[in-house]
């Protein structure tokens, strides 16, 4: 089938190049002509397992091509879709303001019958709201064009893996004949395709995301309690886990969620419940616990640099929201050690993925080449994202290198009792 791919960023470029993979034959838009003049050329802006092979072979294949202008990417297509960026608003609504702008400018070209598809994240009544605009810009000239709702639930760090083996396909539409299109797209992968409304579409997506944003405020609840009873929250989430009800994932106690996703979704999903005259206490809770799990951080190691972090040294460990990708959007990392920075410390950061970005994100952060160099002259050493590479150091060198052997370990990634033993301090969270 002929796509259209509106924004190629980490959603689009994963659905571009897939679907390519899959034999469809994919223009991808994008506004930013460097990306797009990069991606032409097989350069993959974002660290993502797989990408590179299969954007190879799409462009080799000529399935893939990457133009500038979302109307360059509409014209031919029969499905198109919508991956702009849906950022969090001032009031915390989502912000719809990309898309808008994405379906005036594809309005004017769409072919009889084509479907638009919102695979960004956007709140319920979008589906509504994207054909209000396309009919509206194109004054009654839209032959049978329809939009459907096909929310994305890939995984940063292995988008490519989640996107051809999802564990779903939402299709939100009140067309069957446009949903079976949208089916069509995905004939030859295998997974449960649920057809539903819009609305209930649109819901699914939120509803998941805040679910296991819930799921990580509670064990850090759990973890934050563990600490004032002197239990373990390892043991604890261990002993939880098998409960298949429960499940081990999203248990992993840490400085709070972050990315580019679960902050603004649960905001978002609040002002909808707020709107609708809902009060949705127990998500407030859920973002309360999580802005407070940064709060918690910071204190955590303000403690372990004596009190204040006037003339103190702190070495980061990690920067990203999580490990296995270069993504530092809305990172818990970033939120810390600005805090940390604003109260006077010297920080001393290492990435493995963050590359430039660290200096632009944190102005005045001491960039550093590796872990070592990051934990030289600290007076505290401070795990925030959980890269493997971090559990493999030589604490010798590290605890010669120190101004003061101090570690909080903000994912629970070290072994205690082996820092211990050679004269470190160790925090970590819940144990
Ligand atoms: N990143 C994720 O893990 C993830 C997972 C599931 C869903 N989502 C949702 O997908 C959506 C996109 O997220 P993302 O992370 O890919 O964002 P992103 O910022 O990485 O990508 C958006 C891209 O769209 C481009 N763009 C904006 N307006 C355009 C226009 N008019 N024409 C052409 N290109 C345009 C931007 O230049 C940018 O490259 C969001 O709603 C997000 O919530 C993201």
Redesign the pocket.
Known sequence: MRVGV???????LTTAACLAHLGHEVVA????SD?VARLNKGDIPILEEGMPKLVADGLASRRLRFVV??ANAARDAELIFI????PQGDDGAADLS?VE??AR?IAPVLSPGAVVIN????PVGSTRFVQRVLHETAGGQLDRVTVASN??????GQ?VRDFLNPDRIVIGCDDPEAAVKVGDLYRSVRAPVIVTDPASAEMIKYASNAFLATKISFINAIANLCEEVDADVREVALGMGYDPRIGFQFLHPGPGYGG??FP??TSALLYTAQTHGYDFGLLKGVIDVNRNQYDRTVAKIRSAAGGSFEGRVVGAWGLTFKADTDDMRDSPALHILRQVMAEGATVRAYDPAAGEQAENQLPGVVACQDAYEAANGSDVLAVLTEWDEFRWKDFDRILSSMRSASIVDARNLLDPAALRRRGFKYVGIGR
């Open positions: 509106i924004g190629s960023g980490y959603v689009g838009a994008d506004l930013d990306r202008g979302a991956c702009v960026a849906t990309f702008i994405a400018e695979k960004s994240t956007m929310p994305e639930f890939l995984r940063e988008a580019s996703c603004k979704d």
